[in-house]
């Protein structure tokens, strides 16, 4: 949708005159702008990020004035974009995100294409000149229309607000929530470009009042369920009766969907749940296969646990190696659950597309599965008993490793900082190695730590913004990235005084991007072409970047003293722990020698 509200004003006619007894346009403009807020407020934004600016001045008066509106300041307008993707991924609620015009609305366009692909609903105003100023070499001026392209669920232009078309303005506010909240491709960014006019001060004219009951002006559907059609719809009966005595599992990624309804349904059918620590299934619980990416390593024990059937429920694993294995399970039936018709199969080997949300259509397949009773298949207690005693071995595998090991690993490291994560709190990590360390190497928890990353579109930027927008509602978070990516976002400690929030930072520091190292491009460029190409070593030092920006550090370079500075008393406020590594060549050693102790672990269960 692209839509212009009200005509704009002849040229020349500079802010207009109203008509005879209506209020002054800067009045009509302020009011229009609180009516937008306030449409937002009905429709559950409760945070709004804004970056200072001129143009911007009614939209950030309206939102800084409304008073169920926690509103965070920030200089950098990319960290701004990820700071509200991060509070947006944490409450689970829209946020609105607002700058001025120009290259300041260019600024944004990482964090909304990482929103796009990540299903996470931000509403992204940019202020922009109105028509008579565009064209004419006016400062601060560019093509703000379908500025992020395809990136958005939808894309808005709003005319100067006219008086006479006040009776539109809270459906047209409501609906932009609506889109960014609950339309037909799930939750998303909404592109909001307003132009506005000088004089950009006004007093907010009477607006039109909204519904009584406090509810937004249009009600969208509630939940993915409502929205794509609930389990019932996916025939529930007829998936028990395909699944039951099969040997098969369930892949659980992010969005798996309520972890309770997901064991339900493996529990129903005697499957276990190989479980991403992002899809909070990660639990320990019989039946959770947390090290699956180390057991499919081993030729054997990935052909002897191949099965007749697979759950994929959420986005995928990180890992490639659990990728190829369910692209490569031949014949077996593989059923892809998403409520929004996303298709989340890169390798095409789906045989069947459930629309439905995940948690209701395992609640009601395990429910069909209860019903039919001793009359239906019954399941294969081996199979799930084969995978619990395969994934026991790796674990202690991995920790015999992990204490033997002389010096501080990155998967060790990954360990320890999974483990240190509150119940209330949350762990955020980049999407390069940390999030693949912690995939293969937390274990699975009582409770499992929740668990956010840039998973959408997979980029390393902005990961430090995101922690500190995911710990600006309170909750005390834990970050893990890398040294590369903690340099790519300084601007995320660019920020006003006071704006402590209980962020700790943990930066692998293994001197550039080993995430390369694992790469064919290391084994086939010259040492030194690849280091300068590709690992990048930085002369900035990390931890004198983050003391130049008032960032306490602390260096640690030892599993104990990192333990140590993870500890609860020692939490508080943004800070950095920098974690001193050997350089990637060490990180492909461990993961060789890791992969090594657990194929001798898990032999015996290969045959």
Not at 127 to 138: Q, Y
Not at 550 to 576: I, N, Q, W
Request: charged share 20%; with cysteine; net charge negative.
């Amino acid at each position: 949708m692209s839509v212009a509200i009200g005509p704009p004003s002849p040229p020349g006619s500079g802010s207009g005159s109203p008509d005879a007894g209506s209020p002054s346009p800067a009045d009509v403009q302020a009011g229009w702008c609180a009516v937008l807020v306030d449409e937002w407020v009905r429709s559950g934004v409760r945070r709004a990020v804004v970056c200072p600016g001129s143009r911007s001045t009614p939209l950030t008066l309206a939102l800084a004035r409304h008073p169920a509106i926690a509103l965070d300041v920030r200089l950098d307008e990319r960290s701004a974009g990820f700071f509200a993707l991060g509070a947006a991924l944490e409450s689970g609620r829209p946020v609105v995100v607002c700058t001025t015009s120009g290259t300041a609305a260019a600024e944004l366009h990482a964090a909304v294409v990482e929103a796009h692909h990540a299903g996470v609903a931000l509403i992204v105003c940019t202020a922009d000149r109105p028509p008579e100023l565009h064209g004419v070499g006016a400062p601060q001026t560019i093509d703000q229309h379908a500025l992020y392209g395809t990136a958005v669920r939808d894309a808005i232009d709003l005319a100067p607000a006219e008086w006479s078309q006040r009776a539109t303005w809270r459906s047209l506010a409501s609906r932009i929530a609506a889109e960014a909240c609950a339309g037909p491709r799930g939750p998303g960014p909404v592109h909001v470009n307003v132009a506005l006019r000088e004089p950009l001060l006004g007093a907010p004219a009477p607006s039109p009042p909204g519904r009584r009951d406090g509810r937004p002006w249009h009600q969208p559907p509630s939940t993915a369920g409502d929205v794509a059609g609930g389990a019932e719809a996916a025939d529930p009966g007829e998936w028990a009766a395909r699944l039951a005595g099969r040997r098969g599992v369930i892949v659980a990624g992010a969005g798996a969907g309520d972890a309770a309804a997901v064991f339900a349904l493996a529990d129903a059918l005697g499957w276990p749940v190989l479980a991403d620590p992002l899809s909070r299934c990660r639990l320990a619980r019989a039946g959770v296969v947390g090290a699956a990416d180390a057991l499919l390593r081993v030729p054997a024990l990935a052909g002897a646990l191949r099965p007749e059937a697979v759950v994929r429920l959420g986005s995928p694993w990180a890992s490639k190696v659990l990728a190829g294995w369910l692209d490569g399970c031949g014949a077996a039936v593989q059923v892809v659950v998403d409520p929004w018709w996303r298709w989340l199969d890169p390798g095409r080997v789906g045989t069947d597309q459930v629309r439905s949300d995940p948690g209701r259509w395992c609640r009601a397949v395990a429910g069909s599965l209860g019903a039919a009773g001793t009359g239906s298949a019954q399941p294969d207690a081996a199979w799930r008993s084969r995978w619990a005693a395969a994934d026991a071995a790796a674990w202690s595998a991995i920790e015999r490793w992990c204490a033997a090991s002389a010096q501080l690993s990155e998967p060790a490291v990954a360990r320890a900082v999974a483990a240190s994560v509150p119940a209330e709190g949350l762990l955020v990590v980049s999407s390069s190695m940390p999030v693949r360390d912690v995939e293969w190497f937390a274990a699975p928890g009582d409770p499992a730590p929740r668990v956010l990353a840039n998973r959408g579109a997979n980029g390393i930027d902005g990961v430090v913004s995101t922690a500190l927008g995911a710990a600006a509602g309170g909750v005390p978070v834990v970050a893990l990235v890398g040294d590369l990516a903690f340099l790519h976002d300084l601007g995320a400690w660019v920020r006003p005084a006071g704006s402590d929030p209980d962020c700790t930072v943990v930066v692998a520091d293994n001197g550039g991007g080993g995430i390369f190292s694992f790469l064919p491009q290391a084994q086939a460029l010259d040492a030194d072409e690849f280091e300068r190409l590709f690992t990048t070593p930085q002369a900035v030092d990390v931890a004198a970047a983050a003391a130049g920006l008032g960032v306490p550090v602390e260096d640690v370079d030892t599993l104990g003293a990192l333990s140590d500075a993870l500890l609860p008393s020692r939490r508080g406020g943004p800070r950095v722990v920098r974690v001193r590594l050997p350089g990637a060549d060490a990180h492909v050693e461990a993961l060789a020698e890791i992969h090594a102790a657990v194929a001798e672990a898990v032999a015996a269960l290969a045959g």
